[in-house]
């Protein structure tokens, strides 16, 4: 059973540009999770999605970042006209259906962004 | 969420079990235990979760104190794969936001 996938692991993006972060969650899995890690810190949420639903993005910045999770396809992560400050790993999770009750999430490898 | 307290760090020597502790003595009657580590420029890696009980999985134990103020996760044989972060997480079961803190970096030792 394959885990959580990302692509690509690393990106190197110059200022200005966009940049596109998939993540293809384990196979039974229909609810999202992205995280990102800023050197040095902890993991920090950013939204939460079920297919072709946004559930929670509070964590996300208000501008220049946009999540989907469309009904066929992975999850993206997109992040317009980059900064230096987007520079950091993000990591996506799965978890199965949540009846309720917090199932476990699964962490991908994530994408290493640097901005130049 | 209640808040969790680790020590920066610990070292284990290899073929040791490894005992990491946590606190959370704010820690209210639903929420969850859990424990996930991070090895460097990997994705964080479920261990283990628990709620009152004591917890065992191929990976690790989990004991949780009788008032559930603290936890201790336990490595049994640590190898030098197992030199990770390791963060202590508590959290209500419907709450999805996970919040990691510094974690306690474990270093085991040939």
């Known amino acids: 059973n394959a885990g959580v996938m990302q692509n690509p692991r690393h990106l190197v993006r110059r200022r200005g540009q966009e940049a596109r972060l998939r993540c293809s969650p384990m196979?039974?899995?229909?609810?999202v999770y992205w995280y990102r890690q800023l050197p040095e810190e902890g993991l920090k949420f950013m939204v939460y999605l079920q297919k072709e639903n946004i559930i929670d993005e509070s964590g996300m910045p208000k501008e220049r970042f946009s999540a989907e999770f469309p009904k066929e396809g992975p999850s993206i992560l997109r992040i317009q006209q980059v900064v230096r400050g987007d520079s950091a790993a993000y990591f996506c999770?799965?978890?199965?259906?949540?009846?309720?009750?917090?199932?476990?999430?699964?962490f991908g490898p994530g994408t290493r962004l640097l901005v130049l | 969420d209640a808040k969790t307290t680790q020590p920066p760090s610990m070292d284990c020597a290899e073929g040791r079990a490894a005992n990491l502790p946590c606190n959370h003595s704010t820690i209210s009657g639903n929420e969850y235990v859990y424990w996930y580590r991070q090895i460097h420029s990997q994705g964080p890696q479920y261990i283990i979760h628990?709620?009152?009980n004591n917890e065992t999985n191929e990976m690790a134990s989990l004991i949780i104190t009788e008032d559930r103020k603290s936890s201790t996760l336990i490595l049994p044989h640590a190898t030098l794969r197992d030199t990770a972060v390791y963060y202590c997480i508590v959290s209500l079961g419907s709450n999805y936001k996970l919040t990691f803190g510094k974690g306690t970096l474990l270093t085991v030792n040939p």
């Open positions: 628990g709620l009152k």
């Open positions: 196979k039974g899995h229909s609810h």
């Open positions: 999770a799965s978890s199965p259906f949540l009846g309720g009750y917090q199932e476990t999430q699964y």
